[in-house]
């Protein structure tokens, strides 16, 4: 399978704070990255859809300006949480899509676990 | 009507059966239809992809897909206490390139 990686994997951070999560493709390029968040025992929900050279899409009821993604290359997408605050504590999981011949996948990063204290 | 369906679990089989996971789907015109395994604290690894009706066989796992009665299954023969996780059934609906996906199974494989 594909590799994808993030960092950091575990921060905790002060309440105000901003905290910046990196996501990479490691042995494919992926125009197509996602970034998700699961809270305990909750099913993954998509944040926003980071398009590599353009805008994120992001999924309704997400802030925009409160989760700023950059994709300035084919395997890098950051995720920027601005202004952390407890509430934002989770786990943010961001995937890379995978286009290969007639296979469309999108594969995992192992996950950052933000705390705001 | 939730886009994607599964039943949470505990689904408890014993070690060497085969475990049978099902998933349903909303959507007519889906086209691709995934497997992730998610064990507690880590992230969904993929496992199955299936895009054709019928069976798709990769190892001790086989994907069965029925377009016709919307749903998708998964199989795992021998299963091992490995295996015990949360399975998650996701969907590309409408072509495009986002994954609904279910609420997870979670699975436990019994000594």
């Known amino acids: 399978g594909a590799v994808v990686s993030q960092h950091p994997s575990r921060v905790i951070c002060k309440s105000g704070t901003s905290v910046k999560i990196e996501c990479r493709s490691l042995d494919f390029q992926a125009t197509t990255m996602f970034w998700y968040r699961q809270f305990p025992k909750k099913s993954l929900m998509l944040m926003a859809t980071s398009n590599e050279g353009s805008k994120a899409t992001y999924e309704q009821g997400v802030e925009k300006d409160k989760f700023l993604i950059n994709h300035a290359s084919l395997t890098l997408s950051t995720l920027t949480v601005t202004s952390a605050h407890p509430e934002d504590s989770s786990f943010y999981i961001c995937s890379a899509r995978r286009l290969a011949g007639s296979t469309d996948t999108q594969y995992f990063g192992p996950g950052t676990r933000l705390t705001v204290l | 009507q939730k886009e994607v369906e599964q039943n949470s679990g505990p689904l408890s089989v014993p070690e060497g059966a085969i475990a049978s996971l099902n998933c349903t789907y909303s959507d007519r015109g889906s086209q691709s239809f995934f497997w992730y395994r998610q064990y507690s604290g880590k992230s969904p690894e993929l496992i199955m992809f299936i895009y054709s009706n019928g069976d798709k066989e990769d190892g001790r796992f086989t994907a069965q897909l029925n377009k016709a009665s919307q749903y998708v299954s998964l199989l795992i023969r021998d299963s091992q206490p490995s295996d015990s996780a949360t399975y998650l059934c996701?969907?590309?609906?409408?072509?495009?390139?986002?994954?609904?996906f279910g609420t997870g199974t979670q699975l436990k494989v019994e000594l």
């Open positions: 996701a969907v590309n609906a409408g072509g495009g390139n986002k994954l609904t």
